[in-house]
């Protein structure tokens, strides 16, 4: 996909630029048109009763410079979506504009600066070193790998790359090389990139390397970044929108706080080691016990406390005997809210994949 390292986010192209301005847009003065807007897609794959619609009728608009997690559960659509969008998969209805370019119009103009790393990984040349690969990719994407050098370097550096710079990729960790994925992703200066599972089978510290990366792009580079996980850990710490997809589906699409506020907890978690099976049970009799962790040490449970419930909770324990330990709000996450929404976890997904 060749691209230009050095178009200004929204202001003109500088080199290499195809791209013709999109005559029925209305680009915003300041901002121009959002980075992808998906307007009615809709994908199935194969045909009658084992017909899949992998997505469903689905619209969603990802401004410049915001970063917009895809979350929802094995088989929920995201790699579809993720793949119209590139234009690798070809929908069945509806439309993709990237940066106001209408992708059935010409798909060099509407890719010009945009890249991918698709199912948690990118065909990296393992021959070739860290830093050549970079300078491979940036090639490829239409720059002088000379002119993007101290972006390699911050890159390689940020991502804890430095003293492998020099190494062949194959002899590199699967971490490592998922790494260089994403700065080979990068190398080029996309202006939009997609990541798939970007932390698949990532150590927890890579994988924290790696988000913190991302929010720093995103932040101080302005990079656009549309990511899909069905790890809400990622998805929280670097996003600042959620669109969580369910069956193809869009269920929810807004902000991580307004996701985690809505979703606000009524619950109370109780830990005692005084909790055993004969209390709880009692307690169910009045409360409702939504949880109950005899695993934890003290044992817990966690029970539905709205409006003046807690102090009749906490009543009711002293009355049985129960010293707490501890009590505190149960905070929501996204697990939860999505929970909430679909009637289903994050781990429940569509099965098995027939690819
Ligand atoms: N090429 C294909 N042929 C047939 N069915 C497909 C194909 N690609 C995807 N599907 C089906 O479409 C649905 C959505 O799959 P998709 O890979 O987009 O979901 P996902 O949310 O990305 O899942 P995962 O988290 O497992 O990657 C699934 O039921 C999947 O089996």
Known sequence: MARSATSA????????????EPDDVSPDETTGPPALAVEDLTKRFGDGDDAVVAVDDVSLTVERGSVVGLLGPNGAGKTTLIKCALGIVIPDAGSVRVFGNDVRDGRRAAYADVDAMLEGARNDYWRLTVRENLRYFATISGVDPDSVAARHDRLLDRLDLADKADTPVRDLSRGMKQKVSLASVLAGGAELVFLDEPTLGLDVESARTLRAELRRLAVEEGLTIVVSSHDMTTIEAVCDRVVMLSNGRIVADDTVEALLGAAAS???????PDLDA???????ERFEVVDVDRDA???????????DRLYEIMDALRAAGVTVSDVRTVQPDLEEVFLERTGSDLGAGRGGDPR
């Open 9 to 20: 986010r929204g202001g003109p192209r500088e080199r290499g630029d195809t791209r013709e």
């Open 266 to 272: 009524d619950a109370v978690r109780v830990a005692s």
């Open 278 to 284: 004969e209390t709880i049970s009692e307690l169910r």
């Open 297 to 307: 040490r003290p044992p817990a449970m966690t029970v539905a406390a709205g409006g």
